[in-house]
Antibody
């Protein structure tokens, strides 16, 4: 069974840094793009970033571009999100999710989600 | 692309039919529209992809349709476990971006 487990969330002051991790299991991790989606308390979902299976292409939402860096280690089945220059409005639950391949019928969606890790940015 | 959903809150009883709407500000390719269900305290779950295809394990009381700018998610006979927040999501290729609607809360 495909599973994603996030970790690394916590409290940080504005301007600080945090690194989130996502451990994948139950599917061929290196074959799939992966993404981060966040959700502020009581709010909707916001796509943050995506990385291809080979790490060859990276994408970011405008709200985090230049501050966040997505990466992965296929040898460890791990996805990461390095967050620098954190702001109060980055406070949210951060989910990692699997992106189906372009040839799959459910492409352009997020078909497997982790349980999320909470990031709080506050002074 | 903006994806306003309506209504913001929908109050219904078990056994009733629910109809949720997602209207895009620009035309969306049908392959690019998905629906997710999020129960309180849980991660979202993919319900519908390609505007109308149920994801694996989704009961057939869930159906969806639409094209262009207007999309609809219907639940034929509400079960207690269906009360949740529902989000539509679209994909844009250039620049690459995924956008979610603000959600519809389906409450008892």
């Amino acid at each position: 069974e495909a599973q994603l487990v996030e970790s690394g969330g916590g409290w940080v002051q504005p301007g600080g840094s945090l690194r989130l991790s996502c451990a994948a299991s139950g599917f061929p991790f290196n074959n799939y793009a992966m993404t981060w989606v966040r959700q502020a308390a009581g709010k909707g979902l916001e796509w943050v970033s995506e990385i291809s299976g080979s790490s060859g292409t990276l994408y970011y939402a405008d709200s985090v571009d230049g501050r966040f860096t997505i990466s992965r280690d296929n040898s460890k089945n791990m996805l990461y999100l390095q967050m620098n220059g954190l702001r109060v409005d980055d406070t949210a639950v951060y989910y990692c999710a699997k992106v189906p391949n372009y040839y799959e019928s459910n492409r352009l969606t997020f078909d497997i989600w982790g349980q999320g890790t909470m990031v709080t940015v506050s002074s | 692309i903006v994806l306003p959903q309506s209504p913001v809150t929908l109050s219904l009883s078990p056994g009733e039919r629910a109809t949720l709407s997602c209207r895009a500000s620009q035309s969306v390719g049908f392959t690019s529209l998905a629906w997710y269900q999020q129960k309180s305290g849980q991660a979202p779950r993919l319900l519908i992809y390609g505007a109308s295809t149920r994801a694996t394990g989704v009961p057939d009381r869930f159906s969806a349709s639409g094209s262009g700018t207007d999309f609809t998610l219907s639940i034929s006979r509400l079960e207690p476990e269906d009360f949740a927040v529902y989000y539509c999501q679209q994909y844009r290729s250039s620049p690459k971006m995924y956008t979610f609607g603000q959600g519809t809360k389906l409450e008892i």
